[in-house]
């Protein structure tokens, strides 16, 4: 099989970051683009498999712009990892502020979406063709005090539904991985931001988190970079259509 050319958007840090390196590894070039500079700085220094752009997934211009220079760059395009995301406020729908709404919305699913349609052309000329799209947990069930989160990654679903369906005659295959509460400083931040909401201590809220999910730990984010390596590897060409959760058996969102 010839070195895969993936593209991967918001790799320089969490999941993204993991995914990255989890493709490198395998021997895959892979393009990165993020809004953080110096993350895409130190992760290119890991490995020459890695290139990077810094890139607003809010801005189309940005995203017009690096797309092309990332299939160039990486002579042509076998897997996009669509990752990007902001989770936004905690606030009830009542009192949401319309522009962090429209913000999530600009990320989660307008960035998804821009990057997407330019790649869609590159990726059909793949022998070994393959999206995925990063939803959640979030993706599957209602989100109390998160709408735009949840709102955005239930459209992500969507979005990943229409897309198995209208490039499968291309053979490209397009699945969604919806992960729980990820092991990391991003999880470690919500449970301190819960604890000081409740007045109740971090070790209560971990607690809480625990009790709705059957395996009692947060998840590996190598975990989940493993799977999409998988999803995109010879191994899942069977695969399209799909949304797998990876949350230790989560029964809810909280």
Same mark, same amino acid.
């Given at each position: 099989?010839?070195?895969?050319?993936? *593209?991967?958007?918001? =790799?320089?840090?969490? &999941?993204?970051?993991? &995914?990255?390196?989890?493709?490198? +590894?395998?021997?895959?070039?892979?393009?990165?683009?993020?809004?953080?500079?110096?993350? *895409?700085?130190?992760?290119?220094?890991?490995?020459?498999?890695?290139? $990077?752009?810094?890139?607003?997934?809010?801005?189309?211009?940005?995203?017009?712009?690096?797309?092309?220079?990332?299939?160039?760059?990486?002579?042509?395009?076998?897997?996009?990892?669509?990752?990007?995301?902001?989770? =936004?406020? $905690?606030?009830?729908?009542?009192?949401?502020? %319309?522009?962090?709404?429209?913000?999530?919305?600009?990320? +989660?699913?307008?960035? $998804?979406?821009?990057? !997407? /349609? *330019?790649?869609?052309?590159?990726?059909?000329?793949?022998?070994? =063709?393959?999206?995925?799209?990063?939803?959640?947990?979030?993706?599957?069930?209602?989100? %109390?005090?998160?709408?735009?989160?949840?709102?955005?990654?239930?459209?992500? &679903?969507?979005? !990943?539904?229409?897309?198995?369906?209208?490039?499968?005659?291309?053979?490209?295959?397009? +699945?969604?991985? *919806?992960?729980?509460?990820?092991?990391?400083?991003?999880?470690?931040?919500?449970?301190?931001? /819960?604890?000081?909401?409740?007045? /109740?201590?971090?070790?209560?809220?971990? /607690?809480?988190?625990?009790? &709705?999910?059957?395996?009692?730990?947060?998840?590996?984010?190598?975990?989940?970079?493993?799977?999409?390596?998988?999803?995109?590897?010879?191994?899942?060409?069977?695969?399209?259509?799909?949304?797998?959760?990876?949350? +230790?058996?989560?029964?809810?969102?909280?």
């Amino acid at each position: 099989m010839s070195v895969q050319k993936v *593209l991967v958007t918001a =790799g320089a840090s969490g &999941i993204g970051r993991e &995914i990255v390196r989890a493709f490198a +590894n395998n021997g895959a070039k892979v393009f990165v683009i993020d809004v953080d500079a110096s993350g *895409l700085s130190a992760l290119a220094s890991e490995s020459p498999n890695i290139d $990077t752009a810094v890139c607003d997934m809010a801005s189309r211009a940005d995203i017009e712009r690096v797309v092309p220079e990332a299939v160039r760059v990486l002579g042509g395009l076998d897997v996009l990892v669509n990752n990007a995301g902001i989770s =936004g406020p $905690t606030s009830s729908v009542e009192n949401y502020d %319309p522009a962090a709404w429209d913000a999530v919305m600009q990320i +989660n699913l307008n960035g $998804t979406f821009n990057v !997407t /349609r *330019l790649a869609i052309p590159h990726i059909k000329q793949s022998l070994a =063709g393959s999206i995925i799209v990063m939803s959640s947990v979030a993706g599957r069930f209602g989100y %109390p005090n998160r709408s735009a989160y949840s709102v955005s990654k239930w459209g992500l &679903i969507g979005f !990943t539904k229409t897309l198995s369906r209208e490039l499968g005659e291309s053979g490209v295959r397009v +699945n969604a991985i *919806l992960p729980g509460a990820v092991e990391g400083e991003r999880i470690e931040r919500v449970l301190a931001g /819960r604890a000081q909401v409740s007045g /109740r201590s971090v070790d209560d809220e971990r /607690r809480d988190a625990m009790s &709705i999910q059957s395996l009692q730990r947060f998840v590996d984010p190598r975990d989940i970079a493993a799977m999409a390596v998988f999803l995109a590897s010879d191994a899942g060409k069977s695969i399209s259509g799909q949304m797998l959760p990876i949350d +230790n058996d989560m029964q809810q969102a909280s």
